[in-house]
């Protein structure tokens, strides 16, 4: 949509026509082909998360994330009860279907429905799911709860800008890089500067698509691999 002008010639942006408020998101289960998405549940997820984390034998996942490695289990609880079972960040679990088990997290976080802004944040993906239909399933499931159930404006993705892989995956799952922050904030006694993407709800449509075709199961071969990439579809829907 094209910016307007206001009555004295000034630029503005667009009307925002009977804008309501969203809805924070739920904690109900979303049902995927390859995964679920779940509230996480100390209980129930932590020991199989801990199990998942840990086939990263060189702990690589952790480096730029805030907190970890976890070395004990018990480290890993205390701190996932007492840092991941809030409204913001709001973590969940995802679940492999074939295993039924907890091979990964993430989470909404920075929500703020009153303008439907929404961010999906804290990652982490055990090699149990890297590379595979879940991890693009997953990302799908939670953008199409912010978009098509909740009605947000924009769904954010940020991340170190030296975390390669993350940019990466952010420009593959349709996210549009949007600039660095320098200096945004201090990690780990270091520095980082931060990426920022999003996908905005005039983006959707396509991208919704994209991610139905790429996911449909005969975009697969025997071994699990795909036919075409996400990005194949993407350029055919745009």
């Not at 026509?17 to 549940?41: H, S, V």
């Not at 940020?158 to 993350?166: H, L």
């Amino acid at each position: 949509m094209n910016n307007t002008k206001n009555k004295l010639g000034q630029a503005t942006g667009f009307a925002v026509d009977n804008w309501q408020a969203c809805q924070w998101p739920p904690r109900q289960t979303i049902e995927g082909r390859y995964c679920r998405i779940e509230a996480y549940d100390p209980d129930r997820h932590n020991a199989d998360l801990f199990e998942a984390f840990a086939k990263d034998s060189e702990q690589g996942n952790w480096t730029y994330l805030p907190y970890g490695p976890f070395d004990q289990f018990e480290d890993f609880d205390n701190w996932s009860r007492s840092a991941c079972q809030g409204d913001d960040p709001l973590f969940h679990s995802i679940i492999d279907k074939a295993s039924d088990k907890p091979v990964g997290m993430a989470s909404y976080l920075r929500i703020v429905p009153d303008v439907g802004v929404i961010e999906v944040g804290h990652i982490h993906f055990s090699p149990l799911m890297q590379k595979t239909a879940i991890s693009t399933e997953a990302m799908y499931l939670m953008m199409k709860r912010v978009f098509d159930e909740l009605g947000y404006r924009r769904y954010e993705w940020k991340c170190d800008s030296f975390n390669a892989p993350s940019c990466t995956a952010a420009k593959r799952l349709g996210f549009q890089f949007e600039g660095i922050f320098r200096q945004a904030t201090m990690y780990k006694n270091r520095n980082r500067d931060t990426a920022w993407f999003a996908i905005i709800d005039q983006d959707w449509p396509v991208m919704k698509q994209a991610f139905e075709r790429w996911l449909d199961s005969d975009n697969f071969d025997q071994k699990g691999c795909q036919k075409q990439s996400l990005k194949d579809f993407v350029t055919t829907e745009a």
